[in-house]
């Protein structure tokens, strides 16, 4: 299983790891970036990033349930936001520490961005994950 950690000489990261070791011998999922549309490929909530987040990790968890994972086996996500503002962020980031990520903890890249793939998109999560 994986082996989370924070360097107590490190300023202490808000709800994330500073590492994650994973032993030998587990196979790891590499997974695509998560986006928020449901299953007929319809935007869920336009204008809204909090919603999207949930979305976002609905189907996040939907794809490592998939693969015999799950998001308590998440052992690094990063993390995009179409934002500019540092409230929009911690918006998103509050909503991810309230999933089943925050079990972790694992590790995590928060970062705003210009924009994402699909239109109307305001966030995608990659993510690594151990398979059960």
Same mark, same amino acid.
């Given at each position: 299983? =994986?082996?989370?950690?924070?360097?107590?000489?490190?300023?202490?990261?808000?709800?994330?790891?500073?590492?994650?070791?994973?032993?030998? &011998?587990?196979?790891?999922?590499?997974?695509?970036?998560?986006? %928020?549309?449901?299953?007929?490929?319809?935007?869920?909530?336009?204008?809204? %990033?909090?919603?999207?987040?949930? $979305?976002?990790?609905?189907? @996040?968890?939907?794809?490592?349930?998939?693969?015999?994972?799950?998001?308590?086996?998440?052992? =690094?996500?990063?993390?995009?936001?179409? =934002?500019?503002?540092?409230?929009?962020?911690?918006?998103?980031? $509050?909503?991810?520490?309230?999933?089943?990520? &925050?079990?972790?903890?694992?590790?995590?890249?928060?970062?705003?961005?210009?924009?994402?793939?699909? %239109?109307? $998109? @305001?966030?995608?999560?990659? =993510?690594?994950?151990?398979?059960?």
């Amino acid at each position: 299983m =994986a082996r989370h950690s924070t360097v107590p000489t490190l300023f202490p990261p808000p709800g994330y790891a500073h590492a994650a070791v994973v032993e030998a &011998g587990q196979q790891l999922a590499f997974m695509a970036g998560s986006v %928020p549309l449901d299953a007929a490929g319809k935007l869920v909530g336009p204008g809204d %990033p909090l919603l999207q987040t949930e $979305q976002v990790l609905a189907n @996040l968890e939907e794809a490592l349930r998939a693969i015999g994972s799950g998001l308590s086996l998440v052992v =690094a996500t990063t993390v995009y936001v179409v =934002a500019d503002t540092p409230e929009t962020l911690s918006g998103v980031w $509050q909503v991810v520490r309230a999933s089943g990520l &925050g079990a972790g903890p694992h590790t995590s890249t928060l970062l705003g961005v210009g924009c994402l793939g699909y %239109p109307g $998109q @305001l966030v995608e999560i990659t =993510a690594t994950a151990v398979v059960d």
